[in-house]
C-alpha cells in the first residue's frame, strides 16, 4: 500500500506560536508530523525563512534555506542564517521526508517577530512618573505596521486612545529587578487612527517597593515604532516631554489589596486632545537598574477564564457572602446599581468561613485581601482591580445602598496562561482519583505567577524552591512549562552568589542565603527536567557552570561524607512542620547523592570528566551514609491478626535507616529510591518501611514534603501499587482523601484541616498552626505518580523529549480504567486502560511520527501477553529476569495482556 506523509503542523518558535517581540539571537524551530503510515519516522527536513510571505509561498527561502538536512530532528532546529536584524518580522515553512521514502509538502506559514536582538538600543529613557502618565503623537500617513515596546516599575497598564492594549495583566511579571525587568512588545496598528493619537500608561507597585530594597519609584520606559506604508520609519520613545499625573487608584498592593476612587477618574486622560494643562512633565530616572529582557517567549499572566458564584447569602450590616464553590487566584469583577457619590464598596477575599458563615481571613496571616471602590454616583459602575490578585473561594461584600444578586457578580481566574498538554481520567467508581488530580491542577495554575509561589492568599506568594522542585514532573505533563521554566531557569541564575549559593526564595526577595539542599535541589532538578521532557541539550551546557557552582558549595559543607548542613528537612510531616524524626544530616546527604547522580549524567552528556569526581563523590558518601544511618537490631511487635496471616513473625531482626530507637518512613523511603542502599539489604529496609505505613500506619503515609514526593514510587517499584492506591484513597487523616472529605477544592500546606481561627480537633499540639494555606502545591506530587507510575510513562534519558517514552505501567485490581493523553514536545500521545475480563486488561496506545515506546511489563504483575498488533512490532521480545519489553514505532496498537493472581498486599 503506497504511504501517506501529511506536511508538518504546529510549528512553534521555542514552542510559543507566533512569538512577538523575541530577542534571542538564535530561536529554535519545531514542529508536528502525522501519518497514516505506522513505524513512520522523519529521515530529513528542509526550513526556508523569509521576510515575506510572498517569497514563502514560491517556497523561496531568501534569508535562510537550509536545503535537505538529513536529520530526525523535529524540534530544537536553531536558527542559523544570517544575524537576525531587530524590529522584522520574518516567516517560515518547513518540509520533510520519511523513513518510507516520501517527501511532504510545505507547511502552513508560520512566524516570529524580533524585537531589540543584540546591542540594539532603546531610543525611549527610564523616567519617573506618578500613577498615570501620556504622550500624543500625530499621523498623517497610512501605517503599514505598528509596535509598542514597553516595560514599568512595577505593574502597568497599556493604553491607546482610551482603550486598554492588549490582554495581559500583572506585567511585567516578577524579577529581580537589579538584574533584570522584562518588556513586552504590543501590536497596536489597530488601535491607532489618522490624526492625533494618545498613549497612555497606568502604574501599580508591584514587588517594586522600599520592603525589597528597591527606591520604590514608578517608573515607564517605551519606544514607539511607527512603520508607514511608504517606507518612512518613525521611532520615539519616553523622554521629558511626557507628562504624569495621580489617578483613580490612591492605594495597590499584593497583599492588602487596591482601593479605587472613581470620583479622582480623569475622563479621556488616555485619549488625544484630553487638557493636561494640570499634569507634571517627567523626569528622567537615576535608579540602578536591570538589563531589560523581552518576556515574548514566557507565558504571559492573564485572565484565563471566568466563574459564575454558586451562592450569595446576606449576612446583615449590609455585608453579603459570594461562594465560588472553588478556590483559586484571580479576583472578582462587579456590576454596581445605582450608588451615591463617594459610597464605597469593600470586598473581602478569604479562602474559609466561619461556623457563623462569616469570612474566616486566618490563613491570609496580616494580608488585607481587600479590594475598595469608591463610587463616582452614576449608574451601572463596573469594578475590578488592576494590580493586585487574591487566593480565594469566599468574598465578602459590604456597603451602604448595596444590592447584589449572582448575575451582577463574576470570579476571574488569573495566572500564567500555560498551555494545557496532558490529561488523566479515571473509572466513575474511582472519581476520587478524579478528584484529587483535580485538586492538583487548580492548585498548580493557582501557584504560577510569572515564577512558581508557594501560596496565593497571605503575605508571602514568593517563589519557594521546594514547592516547584518537588512538582515539577507533574506540571510538565499537565501544561506546557518550558517558557515558563527558562524564566525561571534565568531567575534562579541571578539570584546566585559569587560563592555558589541560592537563596530558598527566587527573586530573593527574602534574601534567605544559602537554600536548604532539598530547596537549592530545584535548580538541578529544573534543569534536568527540561533536558528530559522537552530534548533541551543546549539548556545544560548553559547552565552547568552555574549549578556545578551551586553543587561545588554543598560539597564543601561534607564532613566525613555526610552533608551537615540543612535548615527544613522534611517539610510538613503530619502534626509537626519541621520534622523531629528525621534526621536532618540524612536528609540533605540523600539529596546531595541525588543531585551528584544527575550532573554525573549531565557531565556525560555535555562530554566532559567531571563525572569522575561526582562519581567518587557519591561512593564516598554511600559508604558513609550507610555507616551513620543504617541501624540493625532486634524488635518485638505486638501481636497483630494480619501480622500473622502473613507469615510475620512476632520478633523480627530489622534494619533500617535512622536512629536507634526507630526510622521514619521518610529515612527509608530516600535511600531506596535514590539507590543508596545496598542491594542485600533493599528488600529489608523496604519491609521496615512497609511495616509502619500498614501495620503502624493503617496504611496511612507519615511523611512531609519529599517522603511524599517518593512514598507512592517506592511502593509501586517493590510491587506494593496497591497499598500506595490505599494510601492515596484514604478518606481519613492524613491524606488526599482526608483533604476532599474536609470540603478542599484545592490542596492544603499541611495535612491537618487549620483554620486559623479556634482550634479544629486535628490542631492541636501542633506547632505554627498559622502556616495554613488551603492552596498550595507542595503535596500535588501525587500527580508523578499517576502519569510515571500508574501510566508509567517517562521520557528516555538518552532519547529525550520523548523521542523514545519509556511505558511501564502498574496495575491495581480496583482501577476498571485509565484514560490518559499527552501533546509531548514531539507529538500526541494516548493510553486508555481497560478492564476486560477479571485479571484480563486491555491498553490502547498511540505514538506519534517520529517517537517510539518502549513497552516494559513487570513479571511480578504480568503473567501473559496475550495478543498484540504483531505486524506493528519493531523488535522481538526482550525477556529479562523481571520484566518483558517491546519496543514500537509510530502507530496505534491493541494490546491484550493477563495479570497475575491475587497479590500478597498486607
Known sequence: MESIINKPIKGRTNF????????????????????????????????????????????????????????????????????????????????????????????????????????????????????????????????????????????????????????????????????????????????????????????????????????????????????????????????????????????????????????????????????????????????????????????????????????????????????????????????????????????????????????????????????IYISKGRDNEFYEPRFTYHGFRYVEISGDNLILNLDNIEGRIVHSNVEPVGSIVFDKENDILNQIHKMVLWSQVSNLMGIPTDCPQRDERMGWLGDSSLTAEESIMNFNMYGFYIKWLSDIKDSQLDSGEIPDVVPPFWPLYPADPGWGDEYISILWDVYRYYGDKNILAEYYPYVKKWLNFLLSKIENGILTFYKYGDWCPPKMVKPLDTPGELYATSILFKDLGIMSQISKILGNNDYHDYENDMKTIKNAFNN??????????????????????????????????????TSQILPLYFDMAPLEIRDKIFNYLLNDVVINCSNHLNTGIFGTRYLLQVLSAFGHSETAFKVITQTSYPGWGYMLKEGATTLWERWEFLTGGPLHESEKNLAESGMNSHNHIMFGTVDNWFFDTLVGIVPDVENPGFKIFKLSPHFINEIKMIKFAFNSPIGSIHYKLETIENKKRQIHLHVPVNSKCRLELDKKEVAELISINNSKLLNNTINEQDKITYEFGSGNYEITIKLRGEKNEI
Open 16 to 371: 510559543v506560536k507566533e512569538p512577538l517581540g523575541i530577542d534571542i539571537e538564535k530561536p529554535f524551530f519545531s514542529w508536528v508530523l502525522t501519518s497514516q503510515t505506522d513505524n513512520t519516522y522523519q529521515t530529513a527536513y528542509r526550513i526556508i525563512v523569509s521576510k515575506n510571505e510572498i517569497n514563502l509561498i514560491k517556497e523561496v527561502g531568501d534569508v535562510w534555506d537550509t536545503g535537505k538536512v538529513a536529520s530526525e530532528k523535529n524540534s530544537f532546529v536553531y536558527y542559523n542564517g544570517p544575524p537576525l536584524k531587530s524590529f522584522t518580522k520574518y516567516y517560515w515553512r518547513v518540509k520533510w521526508w520519511d523513513n518510507h521514502g516520501n517527501e511532504s509538502s510545505f507547511s502552513d506559514i508560520y512566524s516570529f517577530e524580533t524585537a531589540f536582538v543584540g546591542k540594539e538600543m532603546w531610543v525611549g529613557k527610564w523616567i519617573f512618573v506618578d500613577s498615570m502618565v501620556r504622550k500624543e503623537f500625530n499621523i498623517n500617513k497610512v501605517i503599514k505596521s505598528a509596535r509598542i515596546y514597553i516595560s514599568a516599575l512595577g505593574y502597568y497598564e497599556l493604553r491607546v486612545n482610551g482603550r486598554k492594549v492588549g490582554t495581559k495583566v500583572l506585567t511585567p511579571q516578577w524579577t529581580d529587578y537589579r538584574k533584570k525587568i522584562l518588556y513586552s512588545t504590543y501590536d497596536v496598528a489597530g488601535e491607532l487612527r489618522n490624526g492625533l493619537n494618545c498613549v497612555g500608561v497606568m502604574i501599580g507597585n508591584s514587588r517594586y517597593t522600599t520592603e525589597y530594597g528597591y527606591d520604590g519609584k514608578h517608573q515607564v520606559i517605551m519606544d514607539i515604532l511607527l512603520v508607514y506604508n511608504d517606507g518612512e520609519t518613525v521611532h520615539f520613545g519616553t523622554d521629558e516631554s511626557w507628562k504624569t499625573s495621580t489617578g483613580p487608584i490612591v492605594y495597590d498592593d499584593i497583599y492588602n489589596g487596591e482601593i479605587y476612587d472613581a470620583r479622582l477618574e480623569q475622563y479621556g486622560w488616555d485619549s488625544p486632545g484630553f487638557d493636561d494643562s494640570k499634569w507634571a512633565f517627567c523626569k528622567y530616572s537615576n535608579s540602578k537598574l536591570g538589563k531589560l529582557v523581552s518576556d515574548a517567549l514566557f507565558p504571559p499572566i492573564e485572565i484565563v477564564g471566568n466563574i459564575k458564584p454558586k451562592s450569595i447569602i446576606y449576612i446583615g450590616e449590609n455585608k453579603y457572602i459570594v461562594d465560588f464553590g472553588q478556590n483559586f487566584t484571580g479576583w472578582v469583577k462587579i456590576k454596581l446599581g445605582y450608588l451615591n457619590k463617594g459610597d464605597k464598596v469593600k470586598l473581602r477575599y478569604a479562602e474559609l468561613l466561619n461556623n457563623d458563615n462569616t469570612l474566616n481571613t486566618g490563613p491570609n496571616r496580616t494580608a488585607k485581601n481587600e479590594d
Open 628 to 665: 551513620k544511618f543504617l541501624v540493625e537490631r532486634d524488635e518485638t511487635f505486638p501481636p497483630f491478626l494480619n501480622r500473622q496471616r502473613y507469615g510475620i513473625p512476632d520478633k523480627l531482626h530489622i534494619i533500617y535507616y535512622g536512629n536507634h530507637d526507630y526510622g521514619t518512613q
